[in-house]
């Protein structure tokens, strides 16, 4: 019994501190982005990582999700003879959820798990460490490009996740089950908000700083873990990154959710 509460206790240290120095990370992240000298390219190059990389992916992911909420829609409004309100259905289950949650989730697989590999791998080759001898910030010149290209381009890969997804709708739900054109917009244009819209910037821009955060940390802190050393160690964190963002991010879309309804 004794031994079960010191393993427990050591656990929910070991906890604390990962929660503070995941904290610390973010905060010197942040700070980065506002300390001289300030570079575009490194920005740029992150741009180019974090949103072209993930275009296609978003744009097929996007389309597909789009037929589907047509194609169930269509029939289930049908049942209670309100198939003409297929494009409210389709705008605002996009724009309010899927749309920025979706894109979140992809984005995770797509760059938070090569995040967390590069800045591991940097970390265990000592690369780091190389940088800090240099007196260079490892913080404002590898981590802070990242959130500030997550910060610009989450936002825009879910609006062209929700544009893509309401065409795929209209695919679908007019052009190959005969809905009304005419009512399909005037149900969307009609039923999304100004409120609808915030919150789904709201949502892009706290997942893109949960994606980036969550990732970089866990490898930048990969030494420090169980079992962290080697290309094994930087494996783990990588699968744990992934798994803890996605996880992230469905638990902040409810607190947001909850908090805006």
């Not at 240290?13 to 995941?22: D, H, K, Q, S, V």
């Not at 981590?143 to 695919?171: C, E, Y």
Request: charge should be positive; glycine fraction near 12%; charged fraction near 15%.
């Amino acid at each position: 019994m004794i031994e079960w509460l010191e393993n427990l206790g050591a656990n929910a240290l070991g906890t604390l501190i990962e929660i503070g120095r995941a904290g610390v990370f973010l905060f010197w992240s942040v700070v980065g982005i506002f300390r001289p000298p300030f570079k575009i390219m490194p920005i740029i190059k992150q741009i180019h990582v974090i949103g072209a990389t993930s275009f296609t992916v978003i744009f097929f992911t996007g389309a597909f999700v789009g037929m589907v909420l047509g194609l169930q829609g269509y029939y289930t409004l049908r049942m209670f003879g309100a198939e003409g309100a297929l494009g409210s259905a389709v705008a605002l289950s996009l724009v309010r959820e899927l749309g920025p949650v979706l894109t979140g989730l992809m984005v995770t697989g797509r760059v938070g798990s090569s995040i967390c590999a590069e800045v591991g791998i940097m970390r265990i080759s000592e690369q780091i460490d190389a940088l800090e001898c240099m007196a260079i910030d490892p913080y404002r010149y590898l981590i802070s490009p990242k959130v500030v290209a997550s910060l610009i381009t989450l936002p825009l890969l879910t609006a062209i996740f929700n544009i893509v997804g309401l065409m795929g709708g209209f695919l679908v739900g007019v052009r190959l089950l005969g809905g009304s054109e005419g009512a399909y917009m005037a149900t969307m244009k009609s039923s999304v908000l100004a409120a609808d819209i915030r919150m789904c910037f709201i949502k892009s821009v706290c997942f893109a700083i949960l994606i980036v955060w969550i990732c970089a940390d866990r490898g930048y802190w990969v030494h420090k873990s169980r079992n962290g050393f080697g290309a094994e160690g930087v494996s783990r964190a990588t699968t744990h990154a992934v798994v803890i963002s996605s996880v992230a991010i469905l638990v902040a879309d409810y607190i947001i959710t909850s908090i805006l309804l």
